[in-house]
């Protein structure tokens, strides 16, 4: 079995080759990105690193930093240009919100089982290493796996576009460029979930697979959230799984809602926002309006660094993207 590490190599060497030397010296900008590629794959605490197991970091890795990290930036460089936040709007309060979205799912048709396909959206950033200049490049991934840990991982580039052109953030942002990054096969039991059989959709099963997937007991909305991403990175849920979660994020602290608004792929949808144990990020859950499931995630850096400013989106994904667009 291959190692985190060198699974990691190995996607995001097909998807980007070196362009410098092997032993040539990262500045402090790939090291920060190298740092937090490892961080929030591996180390964002003991259990959640047993929980996740390689492929969130590999999907991560090739999907959403596949182009910044052979990008190197001038040392001290600001990274800036990352795109616009959402633009929600209207008055639900947070048990307004599960609740409408909890209404929609069950009157919504969805999958009739879990199912071990994930197709989702994520963005790097594309940085000059002379000017510093920056294009939000999209990358659409399908992920398939098997009973026996065994699987596929596709990654697709969008089409890149500049963050600081106010038409490119305006409805959907996101659309393919057909060229293929990433092609991994996953050999038998290379998949590391904790969950790797199909599940019921009572509230004790869900609970327990979001345990599994580093949930705590009496979790916080962000432990909550974070938990429900790692989950749906491997899984594609049936509309009654997708009510239990949103049952238990209602039963969590620190969930506020934040009105209606438009996703990255031009659905309309809801949102509400946690904010991470540590202060530093908050989320924003988008629930579809039209069918009640969770449909992305974002990430917003709320404490200014050398490299990412206060109020910066630093990553989304969203889910249940079409078969057509990751094509």
């Not at 190692?3 to 032993?23: F, K, S």
């Not at 790939?30 to 390689?54: M, N, Q, V, Y």
């Not at 962000?222 to 238990?248: F, G, H, I, P």
Request: glycine share 8%.
């Amino acid at each position: 079995m291959l190692t985190d590490d060198a699974l990691i190599e190995r996607v995001l060497t097909q998807a980007d080759p070196a362009r410098t030397p092997r032993d040539a010296k990262p500045d402090a900008a790939a090291e920060w990105t190298r740092d937090r590629i490892i961080r929030t794959a591996a180390k964002p605490r003991p259990r959640r690193r047993r929980a996740l197991g390689w492929a969130s970091g590999v999907v991560m890795a090739a999907a959403a930093a596949v182009v910044a990290v052979a990008v190197l930036v001038p040392q001290g460089a600001a990274v800036a240009g990352s795109p616009a936040p959402l633009d929600f709007s209207g008055g639900e309060s947070t048990a307004e919100t599960l609740d409408t979205a909890r209404s929609t799912l069950s009157a919504t048709p969805g999958p009739a089982e879990p199912e071990r396909v994930v197709r989702s959206a994520t963005w790097g950033l594309d940085i000059n290493g002379s000017t510093g200049a920056t294009k939000v490049v999209p990358q659409l991934t399908t992920l398939r796996w098997e009973p026996d840990l065994s699987g596929r991982m596709v990654s697709v580039r969008g089409v890149p576009y500049d963050p600081t052109d106010a038409s490119a953030n305006i409805g959907a942002e996101i659309s393919s460029s057909g060229e293929v990054t990433v092609d991994l096969s996953i050999e038998p039991g290379q998949l590391g979930t904790p969950v790797p059989d199909v599940f019921g959709d009572s509230r004790e099963e869900v609970s327990a697979v979001l345990t599994a997937f580093g949930m705590p007991t009496d979790p916080t909305g962000s432990e909550v959230v974070a938990a429900a991403t790692a989950m749906l990175e491997y899984w594609t849920l049936t509309n009654a799984q997708e009510s239990q979660v949103l049952d238990v994020l209602a039963e969590a602290d620190g969930v506020e809602a934040l009105g209606a608004t438009t996703d990255r792929l031009g659905r309309q949808v809801a949102g509400l926002r946690v904010i991470t144990s540590d202060g530093a990020a908050s989320d924003v859950v988008l629930l579809s309006l039209d069918t009640g499931r969770i449909v992305g995630v974002e990430r917003t850096n709320l404490i200014a660094n050398d490299l990412i400013a206060g109020g910066a989106i630093i990553s989304y994904t969203m889910w249940d993207v079409d078969e057509e667009l990751v094509r």
